[in-house]
């Protein structure tokens, strides 16, 4: 009879791994720890332990299968660090245009979710609202997806997300939704706010309804028609610059 082999274990959320999440980690002084494949000859990752050391931070070279098992099989490039408890940021009070929110409901995968994350950091958004509940958590996937920009990105954390989204109303911001159909504007040619608050939905569903109700406008990108839809971190990155068009930083 076969043996099946066996699941690796899920992945701690204290971790990032890869040489560019780790690297940013070790920037950003979040990471608490560092452990490295014994024998390696990757000088990136090497110069990763020479840094940590300096920081006077525990560094230890273990078997690549410890490393293996700690990240559930992921490509770990032969490092990862243990963290800090990451910062989180809130809900703005009150909106200094121009100002861009970026509020994810229901993204699952760490890919968007990274991508989301690095566009929000390259595009200067004031925070990125990313509810546990409704959606995946700052996990390793997203560390390294992201390419260890999640760790310089304002990530707000709320438990309601309507509620969330009623605050940045209140602070001044106009909610848009990322939500095709016969209402939707033309992103192109949609005359952003200068607070805007972008709603991205989710992979399978969508943005909810409650959310799509609780919109002051909808948009979509204009497509072929042999195109049904983008993936959330393409669209994140279109409509985001779409928005910094309107209004350039400085």
Sequence with gaps: MARLRPKPKSTPDD?????????QALRQGVAKRLLHAEGGSNRRVASLVEEAATQGL???AVDPERLDELTGRGVHQ???VRLRRLPAASIPRKATGPSLALVLDGVTDPQNTGAVLRVAVATGAEVVVLPPRRGVALTPGVHRASAGLSFLA????????ARALAQLKEAGYWVVAASPGERAEDATTFDWPDC???VLGGEER???RLLNEASDFRVQLPMDDRVESLNVGVACGAL????????PAG
């Design 15 to 23: 971790l990032a791994f890869g040489v560019h999440a780790c690297e």
């Design 58 to 60: 525990p560094v230890e």
């Design 78 to 80: 032969g490092v990862l």
């Design 154 to 161: 304002p990530v707000a954390a709320p438990q309601n997300l």
């Design 196 to 198: 805007t608050a972008l």
């Design 206 to 208: 969508g943005i909810s």
């Design 240 to 247: 985001a610059y779409l928005w910094r068009a309107r209004w």
